[in-house]
T-cell receptor, first 114, second 113 residues
């Protein structure tokens, strides 16, 4: 059984650029969530995908978008990057229990916007 | 006021001490309460979760939930230097058919030999 893997691990982008982050979910998990974790803060929920459909979204602007693929892997896209987007982006996958009580996180992608 | 409040610490204790980590919350709809451990430069790792009020024990870890006070705790017995990490509480309840966890900001724990 493989865990949640994210790529890349580190990324530096310039303000105004676009970025795509990738996540492979744990085997058997059909729900993927994305979080933004600023330094010294807890993870903030961005959105969640279940069976390729977005079924929950946090307080993030539309320039944050995502996809889930038939194999349950996922992408997070951020357009028009801003300096405040610099953070650790975490992907978590969950088994089909519905309550998100057992979320398994990847190691994260550290995004720096300059 | 944030939905979930957690003291960032750092909390420094000697090896072998009993550690108490706490969170308070304001949303009475929360039903599930989780504790995660996050080492530096890593993703959070689920330690345990509980449903509604009560206690749950797993090895050296005990989670307590008091819904009447909107207060949850994680106790670590016989703490070890390897327990040094940031501990995040998270909680969720039904919202539009989904259960979206809300996290505290984490408490930094340092266990010194």
């Amino acid at each position: 059984e493989t865990g949640v893997t994210q790529s890349p691990t580190h990324l530096i982008k310039t303000r105004g650029q676009q970025v795509t982050l990738r996540c492979s979910s744990q085997s058997g998990h059909n729900t993927v969530s994305w979080y933004q974790q600023a330094l010294g803060q807890g993870p903030q929920f961005i959105f969640q995908y279940y069976r390729e459909e977005e079924n929950g979204r946090g307080n993030f602007p539309p320039r944050f978008s995502g996809l889930q693929f038939p194999n349950y892997s996922s992408e997070l896209n951020v357009n028009a990057l801003e300096l405040d987007d610099s953070a650790l982006y975490l992907c978590a996958s969950s088994p089909p229990t519905g309550q998100n009580t057992e979320a398994f996180f990847g190691q994260g992608t550290r995004l720096t916007v300059v | 006021q944030k939905e979930v409040e957690q003291d960032p610490g750092p909390l420094s204790v000697p090896e072998g001490a009993i550690v108490s980590l706490n969170c308070t919350y304001s949303n009475s709809a929360f039903q599930y309460f989780m504790w995660y451990r996050q080492y530096s430069r890593k993703g959070p790792e689920l330690l345990m979760y509980t449903y509604s009020s009560g206690n749950k024990e797993d090895g050296r870890f005990t989670a307590q939930v008091d819904k009447s006070s909107k207060y949850i705790s994680l106790f670590i017995r016989d703490s070890q230097p390897s327990d040094s990490a940031t501990y995040l509480c998270a909680m969720s309840g039904p919202s539009g058919g989904s259960y979206i966890p809300t996290f505290g900001r984490g408490t930094s724990l340092i266990v010194h030999p």
